[in-house]
């Protein structure tokens, strides 16, 4: 596809996205598996199924509802992503970042990024929060492989600090005002379906990696490439493969996911309603 035609598509789902939505929101989430039903306690004041915004991939996977909704915490209005779009579904890193690119076009300056992660730590346990403050993408298909997007961003991006240092700083420094427990370690990206084998696991685990995942990673190097500020969360919803005892599923993951999300709520809001965010 020629990058005129990613401009043209982009349009496209930004005339659509703001034919229904408020204007100037400057903030999105996107919440991973287990937890698209996040922020329904807030005042909804906008909403689209992603089968209505043109271009958008279609959400395969249960627990990712597939909607884009507008809420309002204080006097803040930001975007809600319900759910998001994987490798392993059949989508090239590329399309399955389209939305980012979207949100870029549209304004929006900082992302938080969740997910559910198997935690590679003996000090987590399921139902944990760790905030990400680098990433392995030895295994993720660069999403800006192919004619660079100039509009965005540079041919060869700087990825030095992904993750945003001074938001960083200040999740962690609300998370011990509300007295959250919050690890910090290294997000390591594989492709899936299949969960890891416990060799794999091993292997990321000298790399220095602390949770693994299918996710967030694409997205990380395409908001980076934007300039977006990006901050990236993992709810610890199981051990990796070879340190529980059993087997896993995608039923455990989006269980504990729904269990910590209360956690993952107050965070949050906390984040969004700071006057340093």
């Given at each position: 596809m020629m990058v005129d035609d990613e401009y043209r598509m982009i349009a496209d789902a930004c005339e659509r996205i703001r034919s229904v939505f408020p204007p100037n929101i400057e903030t999105a989430i996107i919440l991973g598996s287990g937890l698209s039903d996040l922020m329904s306690s807030f005042t909804q004041v906008g909403f689209l199924p992603y089968s209505e915004i043109?271009?958008?991939p279609e959400t395969t996977v249960p627990g990712h509802s597939g909607n884009l909704l507008a809420i309002q915490i204080g006097e803040k209005v930001i975007y809600i992503l319900q759910g998001r779009f994987h490798f392993y579904e059949g989508y090239?890193?590329?399309d399955a970042t389209f939305p980012i690119r979207v949100l870029a076009e549209l304004g929006v300056k900082s992302i938080i990024l969740t997910n559910s992660a198997g935690g590679l730590s003996q000090n987590m346990v399921p139902g944990d929060l760790m905030l990400i403050s680098d990433h392995l993408s030895f295994f993720c298909d660069s999403p800006?492989?192919?004619e660079n997007m100039e509009r965005y961003g540079p041919r060869f991006p700087d990825q030095t600090?992904?993750?945003d240092v001074g938001l960083r700083n200040l999740a962690t420094q609300l998370a011990d005002q509300l007295t959250i427990r919050l690890?910090?370690?290294?997000y390591a990206f594989m492709k899936g379906p299949q969960y890891e084998t416990p060799a794999e696991i091993r292997a990321l685990?000298?790399?220095g990696a602390s949770a693994v995942g299918m996710s967030t990673v694409p997205e990380a190097i395409v908001a980076s490439h934007c300039g977006i500020r990006v901050l990236g969360f993992s709810c610890i919803?199981?051990?990796a493969s070879g340190m529980s005892g059993h087997p896993l599923s995608h039923e455990e993951v989006t269980r504990t996911a729904a269990m910590a999300a209360q956690e993952t709520i107050r965070l949050l809001e906390a984040l969004i309603r700071s006057d340093r965010f």
């Amino acid at each position: 596809m020629m990058v005129d035609d990613e401009y043209r598509m982009i349009a496209d789902a930004c005339e659509r996205i703001r034919s229904v939505f408020p204007p100037n929101i400057e903030t999105a989430i996107i919440l991973g598996s287990g937890l698209s039903d996040l922020m329904s306690s807030f005042t909804q004041v906008g909403f689209l199924p992603y089968s209505e915004i043109p271009h958008f991939p279609e959400t395969t996977v249960p627990g990712h509802s597939g909607n884009l909704l507008a809420i309002q915490i204080g006097e803040k209005v930001i975007y809600i992503l319900q759910g998001r779009f994987h490798f392993y579904e059949g989508y090239s890193t590329r399309d399955a970042t389209f939305p980012i690119r979207v949100l870029a076009e549209l304004g929006v300056k900082s992302i938080i990024l969740t997910n559910s992660a198997g935690g590679l730590s003996q000090n987590m346990v399921p139902g944990d929060l760790m905030l990400i403050s680098d990433h392995l993408s030895f295994f993720c298909d660069s999403p800006l492989r192919g004619e660079n997007m100039e509009r965005y961003g540079p041919r060869f991006p700087d990825q030095t600090l992904v993750y945003d240092v001074g938001l960083r700083n200040l999740a962690t420094q609300l998370a011990d005002q509300l007295t959250i427990r919050l690890h910090t370690g290294i997000y390591a990206f594989m492709k899936g379906p299949q969960y890891e084998t416990p060799a794999e696991i091993r292997a990321l685990s000298l790399l220095g990696a602390s949770a693994v995942g299918m996710s967030t990673v694409p997205e990380a190097i395409v908001a980076s490439h934007c300039g977006i500020r990006v901050l990236g969360f993992s709810c610890i919803s199981n051990l990796a493969s070879g340190m529980s005892g059993h087997p896993l599923s995608h039923e455990e993951v989006t269980r504990t996911a729904a269990m910590a999300a209360q956690e993952t709520i107050r965070l949050l809001e906390a984040l969004i309603r700071s006057d340093r965010f």
